[in-house]
């Protein structure tokens, strides 16, 4: 299982792998029982972990570092019934550069617990790589500067159609 394919679904609780899509649905399977469910995008809403950014005193962080944080921590991981002070004990030792004040304690409670879902199911916490490729422009540019002949360009006229008239409302006196 990829942790580009797992989502949070708002209105259910943990984590899911995201099986199937379509534009107004998809099909989940709980990380935590297994049970797939279909999911209609009218009721709910799908946000990958991948695409999660937290709050910090400087630039916002992918969700993955501070995932990566807690896994490097020795900090023991506070249970995911524990009060607000003792998860924001727990931040300001793991991670320290978050935004209190911006970051809420249900936020932090919900990542402690994604954190233990993540992996309880083995699940290897990373950012899926993009592949830059190269764009056609860069291409044409290159191979235009090795001939050293400027390249042709071509224009064309487009004639557009005259506008419409629109008949106005006669006024009744």
């Known amino acids: ?45 799908f946000s990958h972990l991948e695409s999660i950014e937290v709050y910090t005193v400087k630039d916002n962080v992918n969700l993955v570092e501070v995932f990566t944080a807690m896994k490097n921590s020795s900090e023991t991981l506070p249970d995911g019934k524990a009060d607000a002070k003792a998860i924001k004990s727990y931040f ?5 550069d978050m935004d209190f004040e911006r970051v809420y304690a249900s936020d932090m409670k919900k990542m402690v617990k994604w954190f233990d ?14 592949v830059e490729e190269e764009t056609t422009t860069e291409t044409t540019a290159k191979k235009t500067s090795a001939s050293n002949k400027p390249a042709a360009t071509k224009t064309t006229a487009v004639k557009s159609a005259p506008p419409k008239k629109i008949n106005s409302p006669r006024k009744m006196a």
């Open 1 to 45: 299982m990829d942790y580009n394919k797992i989502v949070s679904v708002t209105g259910l609780g943990g984590l899911y792998e995201l099986i199937s899509s379509k534009t107004d649905s998809g099909i989940v399977r709980s990380l935590e029982d297994n049970s797939t469910k279909f999911v209609s995008t009218r009721i709910h809403s």
């Open 117 to 130: 879902i993540l992996s309880k199911n083995n699940i290897e916490i990373k950012q899926s790589e993009v």
């Open 92 to 96: 300001e030792k793991v991670y320290p």
